[in-house]
């Protein structure tokens, strides 16, 4: 009688990696980047924009020279968070990240350098109150700076007689549009950013908040053909400042400045406005999120099916919310080709998989 086969379970061999012949070289350390620290636009118009930033905002002038303004929030210390340049087109030109030590410079010019990018030396005061700093065109397709060195500005945290509008403190965050949001995440993973939040759903990555401050984020990627700016995002420090530029703007007659919220943000719980100034580029005045310091911050992921994500209140979104963004220029100034969304995304209404 012949025995019964034994079932033998079936073996997994682990398959054998074949040696890839181009490998990449690992990469040097990044720079060791602190917080992002401010953005240069161009507006068309500078006497509109120095209207909409400083005088309805509130935002502190801490320069005027012809053609262009530094402006900063009342709790900033360093001379600006936000250049507005006179220029024939509206674009974002930069986006600067403050580093921790002079060597981080350097640093940044070797993982740059090792990556193919582009990069530049920019000499001390180029840019007023800023020393020498490094710029660079990322692997995304954005103009960066970084810097170190900076020039400190007149302490104004507690001239209250001084605020006006929003009562801005500082930059937050910049949330960039781009094709591919895994790999914008797999890029700022590799400057050491920590994740703080996500919208998915299965394998798709639809946004990501990833912070090197202790807080939600200094950067967020949105889907959709970029590079593109979406916002910036600006700290105020309680949701009545949000409240009252709405209340101001409504008095003006300017209410179609708000183009979505006052609302209360599922991801990150912070409460929000965003507005649109006159060349259309975004800003979000933001309140109330939290702190992420522990090395072990444990990852808040969002359902893209959650409607309490985008508005924890379930307020739908307004599509141009999700189609309109800054067109962002490269290290000569000129206007980046826009590469086509790449998110494989299962739901295609809005930039996350938008419920209708
Ligand atoms: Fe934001």
Redesign the pocket.
Known sequence: MALPKRHEPKRHEPKRREPERHDPLPLPPPPDIVRAAYAELVVTDLAESRRFWVDLLGFVVTRADPGVLYLRGYDELIHHNLILRQGAAAAAARLAFRVRTAADLGRAEAFYAALGARTARVPADATPGVREAVRTEDPLGFTVEFFFAAQYAERLQQRYDLRRGAEPARL??F?IVVPDVRAAYEYYRSLGFGLSETIEDGDTLYAAWMFRKQTVHDV?FTGGDGPRLH?L?FFAHESHQVLRICDILGSLHEEFLIERGPGRHGVSNAF?VYLRDPDGHRV?I?TSDYFTGDPDHPVLRWSVRDPRRRDFWGHPVIPSWYTEASTVLDLDGRPRPLVPEQQPAEVKVGADGFIP
């Open positions: 937050d965050h949330n967020a916002h995002g929000y979000e933001y």
